[in-house]
Every structure is written in C-alpha cells, then in structure tokens.
C-alpha cells in the first residue's frame, strides 16, 4: 500500500493547545528545557483530500529531545509514551476543548494547507530538456558511453529507456540517479554502453507527467562518422592544394628571374639549351 507525506511543522503551543504544561509544574525541573511540540500531516494511498479516512494528523509533544506524548487523530485522543507524559495526557484528555481542537485539525490543518498548497506541489509540472551526446568522439567497433541528460524536471517522477535500431537496450544501461537543483526541479543522467557500428540508430525516450507524449531524441552513428569522415578529406585537401600553389608561384618567380638575368658567352648558351625546370 503506498502512501506519501506531507509534513506541516506548527507552533502548537499556540494555535492548537493553549496550556501550561505540568510538565514544568510542581516537578523538578532543570534550569534550561525546552517543550516543542510538533504536527504532522499524512496523505495515506494518495492525495485526495475528499476523503477523510485518508489523512492522518499526528502531534508530538517533546521535553528536552525526548517525545514523551502524542495526539493521533486515527486513536482519537492523546497518548502518553513515557511516565513522565501520564499526567499531560490525562489532563488534555479531560479538556474536551482542547481534544475538539485536536481531531479538528485533520480539516483545518491538514485539509486546509493541503489545498493551499497542491498547485504548487502536487499539481506542479515542469517538463524536462533532453540532450543526447557520446562521452567522447567515438569509433567505430570500439565500445563507448552514449549519454542521455535529462534536465530542468519536476515532479521527480521519471522513465528514461534507450533504444537501438527499435530494440530496447536492457544491458550496459547506467544512471545517476535523481538530483535536486535547489530550485524544486530534478536532472538525471542515463549512459548506454555501447559499440556503434555504421547505420545505427540509438534512442533516448524519455516519459513524465509533464508530457503529452513521450519525448525521444536520436543519435545517429553513420551521419556523426560520414561528416566527421568527410570534414578531415575536405581539411587534407585543401591543405595540399595550399601546398601546390605555394610551390608553383616559388617555381614561377624562379624561373622568371632566372630568364631575365643577363649571361654572357657559354652561359647563355648554357641556359638555352638547358632551361631550369620547376
């Protein structure tokens, strides 16, 4: 049976028991203590505040660290948990003002701010970004990380699954885990391990509450090799090309200030007969 909670933490010394404790009455008592007393709200098998029996109101009362009684609103009335909390929970259960209050507060309190603050909780959606990358420039047969980041998320609530080529992947599949932002939104991270071969096709399908449909985002093997591929022929080519028309205009230059310079007698002759080459 599940069941969520929702802690509402009052000063109850003040807005639901009005009382002098006898605690601190007629006892000895140390020097410095401290009372608190603090309230719970449980939303038992879901949230819907409609029903009744489906919320519990629990308040405890602590002396100096140590919870000596407590109002369940499923018993009804208080309960002492140790012997020194005997005499308060008599007491409070004769007040017939102070258990009316008690019990009411599964409405006042918890109904209440339940509902006060759903839209802000429970009804708040905030759908994720989905980003697919590989840890590192991949090759081809060689094994390797893909990674799914889902990000910026709430509720935490949360199903990511990876796909290859239409066939979910079970094996080799790693995640972070859930991880709060500080700002009432999550992100996670779900790595595939794999060995891409050449037409592969990996997805990340991501399902929230937040979505009308699920979300899929696809890497695609053959286009990150073919361009990777492509890019390094075209960088190659044009290098060389760079280097053949350095060369040609040296070789140019050479031979025109070769032919200009003026030779006397056999080195003219020379030069005719044997031209410099490039």
Same mark, same amino acid.
């Given at each position: ?86 005499? /308060?929970? #008599?007491?409070?259960?004769? +007040?017939?003002?102070?258990? &009316? *209050? ?6 006042? @309190?918890? %109904? ?44 935490? /609530?949360? #199903?990511?699954?990876?796909? +290859?080529?239409?066939?979910? &992947? *079970? ?6 885990? @859930?991880? %709060? ?98």
């Amino acid at each position: 049976m599940g069941s969520g909670r929702v802690p509402w933490t009052v000063l109850l010394l003040v807005n639901v028991i009005r009382l002098d404790f006898s605690r601190t009455q007629g006892r000895d008592s140390p020097e410095d203590f401290v009372i608190q007393a603090k309230a719970d709200c449980y939303f038992i098998n879901g949230t819907d505040f409609f029903f009744l029996e489906k919320v519990q109101f629990v308040v405890r009362f602590i002396f100096n660290l140590e919870e000596y009684a407590r109002f369940d609103s499923h018993v009804g009335k208080f309960v002492a948990l140790t012997e020194l909390g005997k005499p /308060d929970a #008599k007491l409070w259960n004769h +007040r017939p003002d102070i258990l &009316e *209050r008690s019990r009411a507060s599964v409405d006042a @309190l918890c %109904r209440h701010n339940y509902k006060l603050g759903a839209p802000f909780t429970v009804g708040r959606k905030v759908q994720p970004e989905v980003t697919v990358h590989p840890e590192r420039t991949p090759s081809l047969q060689h094994r390797s990380l893909l990674l799914c980041s889902v990000t910026g998320f709430y509720p935490g /609530d949360i #199903k990511i699954r990876w796909f +290859r080529n239409g066939q979910e &992947e *079970r094996v080799g599949v790693l995640s972070t885990g @859930l991880v %709060r932002n500080g700002d009432w939104t999550f992100q996670t991270m779900v790595m595939l391990e794999m060995t891409p071969a050449l037409g592969d096709v990996y997805t990340c399908l991501v399902n929230h509450a937040s979505l009308l449909s699920p979300v899929s985002v696809e890497w695609r093997a053959q286009l990150a090799y073919s361009w990777r591929k492509m890019l390094s022929g075209i960088a190659a080519f044009l290098l060389g090309l760079i280097f053949v028309l350095v060369g040609t205009v040296i070789c140019l230059r050479a031979q025109k200030g070769y032919a200009e310079t003026r030779l006397s007698g056999d080195e003219v002759s020379s030069a005719v007969s044997s031209p410099q080459p490039c």
